[in-house]
């Protein structure tokens, strides 16, 4: 008899929200993370006594309302912090372009320096909202088998084709249009300046190889855009504490019924007796056993925990075709006091400061950054986009002192040359010359520096090849394509083992999958 | 006979191969049609012409393969002149010296593949299954009218309940391969299944052609497909060179129509397309004449023929909105040859059968990626992708005795060069091409008597293809199918009543396919019964 009836590996959003839906249902949950402490890629990590970082991204990104309400995650200390601004770009001769939650108060910034541009906005930000709403419930339900002739699927299709529908004919044929479409070509049909054409094309090569003229990126875009409030482009989601806020309320929630936690418990296989699985084996040479092993870590690693005898040769070959290019890189600033940001010789607005500033004068600088990494090299000029977490909530340094994090884009993981401390902190350098361009001050002010190349984040946080999203957003690697067309509905091919992590559908590091995992379970199980 | 300017049923702007097809089809089915050809000679993009005396050029397009086999049954082309001849080799020089070479023998390819990768020789015979599977999936797709999956008419409902019975009759397997070839990129997807880079290459090349993408863009794994489903009288995967070069194809497209009873005016270009209450009357020529017809079809480009033809006052602002955001980026040039003799290989030294096919400039998936980074930022590539062709090997009529032409197709060239296209920048991308080309065949300068060298500018002023593009607009995934030319509008028909559209810039798209052409005329003769 186990004495658990599911083990889920890694303590990550996506493992905690899963784990404590299932224990929510009555089931004896064990979670097992390799690390010493919980969170995954949204732990908030102290680099400098007192100083701490959402260590791999800014955004916590978007949480189900639904799954909200059911761990109340509110009771758990999850506390949304008002952020100021969305995206703002920073150049060395123009002024600050700041887009704002408040659609009048971005359309008024605009006009000093497009007329043109200002008149759209309000229109841009209409249809994104639109079509990330569409997005929003696709990700609401498991992914749709276009050819399932089953009466349920048929029926999903259906509905998610009535959503379509209620956008009206021209937005619907618009969201058609675009979600193929480079984000360079969709940022040149609504705007003329080159700084607001690349604040979108630096979100939309977030965390994908491919740069702003490769198609597909104006869905990395709207991806990001899903969860959004009305009017708001790139604003972060950021909970009081950084990222592992949200962690950690999923971990009180789980707790609280009555999951257990261990930590620094790493999974070196997962057991399968007669085509079903048995449980998990620790590296300690331990064994657990379980009638369901659900994984949250990335489709690469899940797949290698299991004996090859038990998957078919398309699978694993499946599973090796994933594209995980890491392409990301995040720079963290520990600063005894707040740096003076310009752009154009003018002093940035404080409520802009609090926006994640953009390092991108256009689209082409952007595409030249990947032209680079896209044969192996660290681009000259890569895109950064800064973010200041402090602003928002001081608890993340001591009094008065700030941090400043970066994310660097168009870094390959695979860097000719491989990667190594000198080579970290080359590109730390790198990050630090560009950053003081705006910010002149920036070197005095700094205490410390902790540089985490695409190598780093493979190795400190499991992602293969320092993929944050465990597998690139593209057309190819979404919906029912992902991770693998027979693994996209969170089943495998081994009974009992099941994926719920970013490397599944709906691409989300902030839990929004573990609803429909829990959903697919419990079917299972009837 | 005697028909000066009274009333047809039908006038055709533009006598390029898709207008031809229109004219055949509808003057089959017994309708007063003209078509109206702005040069002095039919073809469009598809003409042979004597630039060189003695010399014939296949001066744009060069090959044919997807020439759609209904339509060669149905006008009865061979008929009235055309002829096939197989191009059934492809040879890829590499920097070393070494090369990659498909036969038209599938064993002896697969030995040649062999050479560079046992792996990879393997994959090939199951990669070229699969393809070939792929192409005959697509075909369905390629001859049907794009149904509005906005609309709710039965017609429409018809036409996507179709497309979704097409999808859930193949396989899973095959269903997720043809949605990647949708989705990836040409190398992307060939990294799934092979090793050897200049297989990679060489194959990604055929993805890009006329396309303003790199084999690392998204989207263009399904040019390859495009190119693949090559079918010459049903034998699916196989180039053709048509004897007389490509012209000949129009020639008889354009005997078929006149067989029907369909007039062609040479020397008539087109200023205006005349409407009264937001219906199309008729056509103005830029010498003044006008002709009256309750049906105008127009096989210019989308822009040419929105932006230039038709007054905007009698289009709705979105449609001309879509129409100016259509993408048609000219990506290609080319450079015709004529020669004193042949071209010797480095790799292949000598007169040989390699000579007979096409000669792939495409040594590596880098030198193709960075041929296209050149042009991305406005400039043509300082070392460009090309595929050669010799037709006099293959047609020893295109050539004098003893002497050769040469048949370069080039990448990249774009339209939206900086500064735009001059003479200087017309010598200097000529140059270019030709450096490249010595690079595997260092006799080549020794042997060209003449050249012409067409850069897309050129190949708008000479054909009136906007920005030169060969397909009338990109053939990216948000550019085809119901999509094509613009949201709405996809079924040949235009906002003004009685004006329709028939070019590469509808649905399926470029090559000398007809495809459009045909599926054109279906739908006007639908309409008016």
Not at chain 1, 415 to 432: F, K
Request: net charge neutral; aromatic share 8%; with cysteine.
């Amino acid at each position: 008899m186990n004495r658990y009836d599911a083990i889920v590996i890694g303590a990550g959003a996506n493992g905690l929200a899963t784990a404590a839906l299932l224990a929510k249902k009555g089931r004896r949950i064990l979670v097992l993370e390799r690390r010493d402490v919980a969170g995954g890629t949204n732990a908030t990590e102290e680099f400098h006594p007192g100083y701490r970082a959402s260590a791999c991204r800014d955004d916590a990104g978007w949480v189900p309302d639904a799954l909200v309400r059911r761990l109340q995650l509110a009771r758990h200390g999850l506390h949304w912090l008002p952020v100021t601004a969305g995206l703002v770009s920073l150049t060395a001769d123009g002024p600050p372009l700041a887009t704002y939650p408040d659609i009048g108060r971005t359309v008024d910034g605009l006009k000093a320096s497009s007329a043109a541009d200002a008149g759209r906005w309000a229109a841009f930000t209409g249809f994104v909202d639109r079509a990330a709403g569409f997005l929003q419930a696709a990700y609401s339900v498991r992914a749709p088998r276009v050819q399932s002739r089953a009466l349920g699927d048929l029926m999903a299709l259906a509905g998610l084709g009535q959503r379509l529908r209620r956008l009206g004919k021209r937005d619907m044929m618009e969201v058609l249009r675009v979600v193929p479409m480079p984000v360079a070509d969709l940022g040149e049909e609504w705007f003329s300046l080159d700084s607001l054409r690349a604040l979108l094309a630096v979100a939309g090569t977030r965390d994908v190889m491919h740069g702003p003229m490769s198609g597909g990126t104006a869905l990395v875009f709207l991806h990001q855009q899903v969860g959004q409030p009305a009017g708001s482009i790139g604003v972060r989601r950021v909970p009081r504490g950084g990222t592992g806020a949200l962690a950690s309320a999923f971990a009180g929630a789980a707790r609280e019924v009555g999951v257990e936690i261990r930590l620094g418990a790493d999974v070196s296989e997962v057991m399968v007796a007669g085509a079903r699985v048995a449980g998990v084996r620790l590296t300690t040479g331990e064994e657990l056993g379980a009638s369901h092993v659900i994984s949250s870590a990335d489709p690469k690693r899940s797949f290698a925990w299991i004996d090859p005898v038990w998957l078919d040769p398309e699978l694993l070959r499946a599973v090796d075709n994933i594209r995980m290019r890491g392409s990301t890189a995040r720079v963290h600033y520990a600063l005894e006091a707040l740096p003076r940001f310009q752009s154009g010789g003018l002093e940035v607005p404080r409520d802009a400061l609090g926006g994640t500033m953009v390092l991108a004068p256009s689209i082409a600088s952007v595409e030249r950054a990947y032209d680079a990494a896209k044969f192996g090299e660290v681009p000259q000029s890569p895109a950064l986009s800064l973010a200041i977490p402090t602003l928002i909530d001081p608890s993340l340094a001591p009094d008065r002192r700030h941090v400043l994090s970066v994310t660097v884009h168009h870094v390959p993981f695979a860097r000719r040359g491989g990667w190594d401390r000198s080579a970290a902190e080359l590109l730390g350098d790198q990050v630090t010359s560009m950053v003081a361009a705006v910010a002149p001050d920036l070197r005095e002010r700094t205490l410390h520096r902790w540089v985490l190349t695409p190598a780093d984040l493979e190795s400190r946080y499991a992602c293969t090849e320092g993929n944050l999203s465990h597998g690139e957003l593209a057309l190819d690697q979404f919906l029912f394509m992902r991770p693998t067309p027979v693994s996209s509905r969170y089943a495998t091919p081994v009974a009992g083992f099941w994926l719920c992590g970013t490397g599944s559908h709906p691409v989300s590091s902030s839990g929004a999958a573990a609803m429909l995992v829990t959903r697919e379970l419990a079917n299972a199980r009837e | 006979m005697t028909r000066s300017n009274g009333r047809y049923d039908a006038i055709i702007i533009g006598g390029g191969h898709n207008g031809l097809v229109t004219a055949a089809y509808l003057a089959r089915a017994g309708k007063r049609v003209v078509v109206l050809e702005r040069r002095h000679l039919v073809g469009g993009a598809a003409v042979t012409e004597e630039i060189i005396p003695g010399f014939k050029f296949s001066v744009f397009s060069y090959v044919v393969s997807l020439l759609r086999p209904e339509i060669i049954r149905d006008l009865s082309l061979p008929s009235h002149g055309l002829e096939i001849l197989p191009l059934e080799s492809t040879v890829t020089p590499m920097f070393d010296g070494d090369y990659l070479a498909a036969w038209p023998d599938a064993d002896e390819t697969r030995r040649e593949v062999a050479r560079h990768s046992l792996k990879d020789a393997e994959a090939y015979e199951e990669y070229s299954r699969l393809m070939g599977l792929m192409a005959m999936a697509v075909k369905p797709i390629i001859s049907m009218i794009p149904p509005d999956p906005t609309s709710l008419s039965p017609r429409d409902l018809r036409g996507l309940l179709k497309v979704g019975a097409h999808f859930q009759s193949l396989s899973a397997k095959h269903f997720h391969l043809l949605y990647k070839l949708m989705t990836m990129s040409s190398a992307d997807f060939l990294d799934e299944w092979f090793e050897t880079d200049v297989l990679k290459a060489t194959k990604s090349a055929s993805g890009i052609i006329g396309t303003f993408m790199g084999p690392r863009t998204p989207g263009s794994a399904y040019v390859l497909l495009h190119h693949y489903m090559g079918e010459i009288d049903g034998a699916f995967r196989a180039w053709g060179f048509a004897r007389g070069g490509t012209g000949a194809i129009s020639e008889s497209i354009g005997r078929a129509a006149r067989s029907f009873g369909a007039e062609v005016r040479l020397e008539a270009e087109v200023s205006q397309v005349r409407t009264k209450d937001g219906r199309a009357t008729g056509v103005v020529l830029a010498n003044g004449d006008e002709l009256e017809a309750p049906v105008v079809v127009s096989s210019l480009d989308p822009k040419r023929t929105f932006l230039t033809l038709v007054s905007e006052s009698d289009l709705p602002a979105d449609f001309v909105g879509d129409v100016r955001r259509f993408k048609i980026r000219g990506s290609s040039g080319k450079v015709n040859l004529a020669l004193s003799g042949l071209p010797d290989l480095t790799c292949l030294p000598g007169v040989g059968r390699h000579l007979r096919g096409a000669i792939s400039i495409s040594p590596s998936l880098e030198y193709v990626e960075r041929a296209y980074d050149d042009a991305k930022y406005g400039a043509f590539s300082t070392r460009p992708y090309m595929d050669i062709i010799l037709p006099s090997m293959i047609d020893p009529g295109m050539a004098p005795p003893g002497k050769h032409v040469m048949s370069v197709f080039v990448q990249y060239a774009p339209s939206t060069i900086t500064g735009g296209w001059d003479n200087l920048k017309r010598d200097a991308f000529g140059n270019a091409v030709i450096d490249a080309i010595a690079q595997f065949a260092p006799n080549i300068r020794d042997i060209i008597i003449e050249k012409q060298v067409l850069t897309p500018a050129d190949i708008e002023r000479i054909t009136g293809l906007t920005e030169g593009n060969i397909f009338q607009g990109e053939l990216a995934l948000h550019q085809l199918f119901f999509l094509r030319p613009s949201p709405g509008w996809a079924q040949y028909r235009t906002p003004v009543r009685g004006l329709w559209q028939c070019g590469s810039g509808t649905h399926p798209g470029g090559g000398i396919m007809g495809a459009g052409g045909r599926l054109a005329a279906l739908e006007i003769l639908g309409a008016a019964s």
